[in-house]
C-alpha cells in the first residue's frame, strides 16, 4: 500500500534561509508526487509536481523538489524563505498503475518564517 | 472567475440539524471530491465523483450525502449534526480520476461549526 511521510510536522526558519521541507514515500509502483500549500484561510494549491522525465521539477513562488527513486523522497526546497511562505505544506502521491482511486496524502508540515 | 467556488464559508450551526454545502467548479472537469480537515489540518478524502457518478464512498456515517446534479456541481448533505463534525470541508476538482497526474483544484472551504 502507498504512503507518505512527511518529517517535520512544524520546521521554523529565519527570513533568507533555506527551506527543506522532507517528503518520503511508499510505493510499488512509479508514483506521481505533488507538493501543495495551504495559505492560512484558504484551499490548497499546487506547487509542483513529478510525473516522469526530469527528476527536478521547478514550481511556483521559487520551490522546486527532486524526486530520488532510490531515497523513495521527493524534499521540497527554496533558497531563500520569504515571509509570505508560512503555511502548511503538503505532499501527495499517486500511483500510476490504475490500482488507486485516490491520493494518499502526508500529515502536513507548518512552515514558519522568522524575521 | 473563481475555478472552484463552494458555499457558504462558514456555517454555524446546532446538533441535530441538518445542512448543506454547495459546491461548483468552472473548470469543465470530469472529477469532483468532497475532503474533509480537521483541527490538526488532516485532510480525509470523504466522496468523489467522476462526471456525476459516485466513485469513492470512504467511510463516512452516511449522515452525510453528496449529490450531483451534473458534472460541475457537488453538493453535501448532512443530518443530525454532531459536535464531532466541526471541521472545515474542502470541494476539489480534477481533469479526471485519480490516479493521474492531474491536480486537484481546491475551493477554499466550509469552516463547520457545531455546537
Known amino acids: 500500500a502507498q504512503s507518505v511521510t512527511q518529517l517535520g510536522s512544524h520546521v521554523s526558519v529565519s527570513e533568507g534561509a533555506l527551506v527543506l521541507l522532507r517528503c518520503n514515500y511508499s510505493s510499488s509502483v512509479p508514483p506521481y508526487l505533488f507538493w501543495y500549500v495551504q495559505y492560512p484561510n484558504q484551499g490548497l494549491q499546487l506547487l509542483l509536481k513529478y510525473t516522469t522525465g526530469a527528476t527536478l521539477v521547478k514550481g511556483i513562488n521559487g520551490f522546486e523538489a527532486e524526486f530520488k527513486k532510490s531515497e523513495t523522497s521527493f524534499h521540497l526546497t527554496k533558497p531563500s524563505a520569504h515571509m509570505s511562505d508560512a503555511a502548511e505544506y503538503f505532499c501527495a502521491v499517486s500511483d500510476n498503475a490504475g490500482n488507486n482511486r485516490k491520493l494518499i496524502w502526508g500529515l502536513g508540515t507548518s512552515l514558519a518564517v522568522n524575521p | 472567475d473563481t475555478a472552484v467556488s463552494q458555499t457558504p464559508k462558514y456555517l454555524v450551526t446546532q446538533m441535530g440539524n441538518d445542512k448543506s454545502i454547495k459546491c461548483e467548479q468552472n473548470l469543465g472537469h470530469d472529477t469532483m471530491y468532497w475532503y474533509k480537515q480537521d483541527s490538526k489540518k488532516f485532510l480525509k478524502i470523504m466522496f468523489s465523483y467522476n462526471n456525476k457518478e459516485l466513485i469513492i464512498n470512504e467511510t463516512v456515517p452516511n449522515r452525510f450525502s453528496p449529490k450531483s446534479p451534473d458534472k460541475a456541481h457537488l453538493n453535501l448533505h448532512i443530518n443530525s449534526l454532531e459536535l464531532g463534525d466541526s471541521a472545515v470541508y474542502f470541494c476539489?476538482?480534477?481533469?479526471?480520476?485519480?490516479?493521474?497526474?492531474?491536480?486537484?483544484?481546491f475551493g477554499n472551504g466550509t469552516r463547520l461549526t457545531v455546537t
Open positions: 476539489a476538482s480534477s481533469q479526471v480520476l485519480q490516479p493521474s497526474n492531474s491536480p486537484l483544484h
